[in-house]
């Protein structure tokens, strides 16, 4: 076995990935013809290889334009899932769903989260893979719309449900996670979990990171690369154990960071932070879960045992149940051994 092998082969937990990118590049042509919805190409090598954001917009909202019925949706979460097990060895999974890009294809919050959960007990049947959904607040909407999201969430309680995240950006492009303050009280009130994008590129201020978790009171960060580069959040932050979801493939796409033992990922890892990896937009970044530990983690500089920490602290991380949990790391600390071995 090569060590590419035993890194793709450790049990994994995926706390960051968008419902929508996993979908598969066949099932994306399939149903956007079924559907009349242009894409850029049908070539499936050719799709995802973006000139620039606006390509990789338009692969997206039709992705959404191309999900109109709950078996579609259910199929898409099904497939996801059996793809990452046999990329991954994925066995837990946390998806970020933006229930306000569905309005235009007439499905609403419930229809939305029960087909993707019907899709998701199923492949948990066929496959093991736990899962939990995190309905995801668009920032480039107001900050009543977040309100109001989180209100829907809480009038329609699903299991499955069990936090709220925030993606996209602000119509002027930046971050500014304490615009969606009330959004967060509002759901902590009521025991939903929160995580935020931040601190994720170059123009994001390293202060969001601090902003999100003792401003917003989130329980982990998606990204928060930046946070290395201001020596008194990330004191701040490493002192609070907050874990960093973060997701190697995707930094390479959008801020073009070479995989070396300087990005930041590698820099947080060595810093002492609490890093697990995820793939963010898995198939529209051309990426998957293997590929995040077995091709990202060695050209930083990372190796086994590095690796062995970072798949534990996505279990650790992980907002299931605490049976659920100790049954993973289980396995986990199983699997380290045999494959050290
Ligand atoms: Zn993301």
Redesign the pocket.
Known sequence: MTPEDALRLLPKAEL?C?FVSTMRASTLVELAARHRVPLRTDDLDALFAYEGLPDFLDVFNAAHAALTTGDEIARVAYEGVEDAVRAGNLRYREY?VNPDNFRDAGIGYTSLVDAMTDGLVQAERDFGVGFRIVAAINRSLPAATAVDLVGTVLAHPRDAVVGIGM?DLTPELTEDPLRFQEAYALAARHGLRGTA?VGETLSADPRNVADAVFGLGVERV?HGYRVVDDADVLARVGEAGVPFVC?PFSTRMLSGWGFDPGHRIARMVRAGLRVTLAT?DAVFFRTDIGREYSEALPAMGLGLDDAVRIARVGFEAAWCDESQRERMLADLRGAALALSA
């Open positions: 960051h968008h970020f993606d994008h998606d997701t963010d």
